[in-house]
């Protein structure tokens, strides 16, 4: 079985204070665009009772939670995610919460964390499957410095690292120590190329003095500090947690460096951008439902193909949750190795759905969903992949033949037959609103939450994005 944080009782909760002196407890939560909050109390306003009664805080003020008239809500302390954070002078204990409601303290449904919950309970309700296992890669940039701005007259970005092929030609105090990782070269060259590996490993081992399985990290394959960390398969709420503290352990020890860290899908023109490889699997009374020795195919299941069904069906809904941002179509395009082909292959990089076949055993069988990034909400994400994979378990939703040629050599006339991933996030949420009742099923997804993310999404990131001009346009337009 796979580990996390140890799972402890409330009571053992208050013996952790006691034998590391907290000072403050940390009580996180995540907003609905996936953003990691917190809120902090005194040890002294910490006990037995705040685990049935709860933290109170003013849920008006989040994105995406109520409005002004109804904004007292709860969080609700889960005992099993508490550590001492490594960061904070004062010794602080965090811990994970539920969100509720004060007056009948009922889980709130626009919780992402209780969305997530929904999500497993119905897999079990299906009779499909017990687990779902959930392996995430999360691919990042570490800058140096990135300045942004926009205003009436002006917008600008400005990103700069020592790494970067950029730098090959400056001077640094009279020398240049050169080797820098080029363009689309950057997988896997040992140091001095590489020269965040000690960087990597201090968030590695961070995150496993904290109770997490991590399994490698490595440099990607964009210059200028492109990276990845892979965490040990776990269970969907569980891993969504990890998903949050892989990237606030990982954005602080940055920081701790004078480093900025990014999960930003296309900071960089030019160069691959990162994403977050979602590896997944079903299992029941301890047997992987997508393995099969006997299959003609990558060692998969019947089950495992109609999921995959479910997966590519369902792929541009799923997008407006797993690729959430106007940026994230950035990377998603043709030629960077981005995954935009809405097609299944044991090897091609270019599906959206990869088999992996580093060992064909029952084990390590799993599928990967290629096109999400690392700034959705894992917790909506990975809800939504799974609901999409029931679907299409349930309908027996045939995924059609695996894309193994070579996309780019493909005939025209074969390449127009192979769908792909939306081009915008406009598109995204378009289909999100045309295809969602496979996200009703089982009262997982409330039809108001999906709603409220269509309408935030569309009046505060794609219409401003919308309205204002690019700084390209001046180079294309200004003297036309």
């Known amino acids: 079985m796979a580990k996390g944080i140890a799972k402890r009782t409330p009571k053992e909760v208050l013996d952790m204070c006691k034998a590391n002196n907290v000072r403050f407890i940390d009580y996180r939560f995540t907003d609905l665009l996936g953003t990691l909050q917190h809120i902090t109390s005194t040890i002294e306003e910490f006990d037995l009772k705040t685990f049935e009664g709860g933290k109170g805080f003013d849920g008006s003020s989040i994105r995406g939670f109520k409005q002004i008239h109804e904004s007292d809500m709860l969080l609700m302390p889960d005992s099993n995610t508490a550590f001492i954070d490594p960061f904070y002078q004062h010794s602080t204990l965090v811990i994970n919460c539920n969100i509720a ?88 060259p040992t140091p001095p190329t590489d020269t965040y590996q000690d960087f990597r490993s201090e968030v590695v081992q961070t995150l496993v003095d904290l109770g997490i399985h991590m399994e490698v990290h490595h440099h990607e394959v964009a210059t200028a500090g492109q990276g990845e960390f892979d965490v040990r398969y776990n269970t969907l709420v569980t891993q969504a947690d990890t998903v949050g503290l892989i990237k606030y352990v990982a954005r602080n020890v940055a920081r701790r460096h004078g480093k900025v860290l990014t999960f930003m899908p296309k ?19 301890g047997k992987n439902l997508f393995f099969d020795p006997k299959s003609n195919y990558a060692g998969i299941s ?164 919308r309205l204002r001009p690019h700084p390209y346009e001046f180079h294309l337009y200004a003297d036309a």
């Open 101 to 188: 409601d004060p007056v009948n303290h009922k889980p709130y449904d626009r919780d992402g964390r209780y969305i997530a919950k929904k999500a497993e309970d119905y897999l079990v309700k299906s009779g499909i499957a017990d687990t779902s296992f959930w392996g995430p890669e999360l691919e990042f940039f570490v800058f140096d410095t990135m300045r942004f701005d926009q205003t009436q007259r002006s917008g600008y970005y400005f990103i700069d690292s020592n790494e970067g092929i950029w730098n090959s030609g400056i001077e640094q105090n009279g020398a240049n120590l050169a080797y820098r990782p080029r363009n689309k070269e950057g997988y896997f």
């Open 267 to 285: 900071p960089l023109f030019g160069d691959n951008g990162t994403g977050m490889h979602t590896h997944q699997s079903l299992w029941k009374a």
């Open 302 to 465: 019947q089950t495992c193909r109609y999921y995959i069904g479910g997966l590519l069906k369902h792929a541009h809904a799923i997008l407006a949750f797993g690729a959430p941002g106007t940026n994230s179509y950035r990377r998603l395009v043709p030629g960077f190795e981005a995954p935009v082909n809405l097609a299944y292959s044991a090897r091609n990089r270019s599906a959206c759905v990869r088999i992996p076949v580093y060992a064909n055993d029952e084990k390590a069988k799993r599928i990967e969903f290629r096109p999400p990034d690392a700034t959705c909400n894992p917790y909506l994400a990975f809800s939504a992949m799974l609901l999409a994979g029931i679907d299409g378990i349930m309908n027996k939703i045939d995924p059609g033949k695996p894309l193994d040629a070579d996309i780019y050599e493909l005939p025209p006339e074969e390449l127009k037959k192979i769908r792909t991933v939306p081009g915008s996030l406009e598109q995204a949420i378009g289909a999100l609103e045309q295809d969602n009742e496979f996200l009703l099923r089982g009262g997982v997804f409330p039809k108001d939450l999906i709603e409220t993310y269509i309408d935030y999404k569309r009046k505060k990131e794609i219409d401003p994005m």
